[in-house]
């Protein structure tokens, strides 16, 4: 069992930014791939970026790209979503989820475990 906890959430004005953090316990984590997701309510789960499991690979959606860089540091058991220039679109709840597999997954069904969530809010 994956243990994942966000933090790092809050409100922002538009043009502003914030860095998410997620720390992992309970596997391997160095050898798992971890992404972030993005939720807005009423809407499906939106796939936000990912990271493989040694960082050396990277995959960012484009509503974010050029804004959002994710990384980790597998010493500390941790990923991160530094988050740039935020637009009141943004605005979501965001999870941290750990994948499967090897490189950097970019869809839904590609992770397994799932942290509770920080939400995002951004004012305009």
């Known amino acids: 069992q994956v243990q994942l906890v966000e933090s790092g959430g809050g409100f922002v004005q538009a043009g502003g930014f914030l860095r998410l953090s997620c720390a992992a316990s309970?596997?391997?984590?160095?050898?798992?791939?971890m992404g972030w997701v993005r939720q807005v309510p009423g809407k499906e789960r939106e796939f936000v970026a990912a990271i493989s499991w040694g960082g050396s690979l990277t995959s960012t959606a484009d509503s974010v790209k050029g804004r959002f860089t994710v990384s980790r540091d597998n010493a500390k058991n941790t990923v991160y979503l530094q988050m740039n220039s935020l637009k009141p679109e943004d605005t979501a709840v965001y999870y941290c989820?750990?994948?499967?597999?090897?490189?950097?997954?970019?869809?839904?069904?590609?992770?397994?475990?799932w942290g509770q969530g920080t939400q995002v809010t951004v004012s305009s």
């Open positions: 989820a750990a994948g499967i597999g090897v490189g950097v997954p970019n869809k839904l069904h590609e992770y397994v475990h």
């Open positions: 309970g596997r391997t984590f160095r050898n798992t791939p």
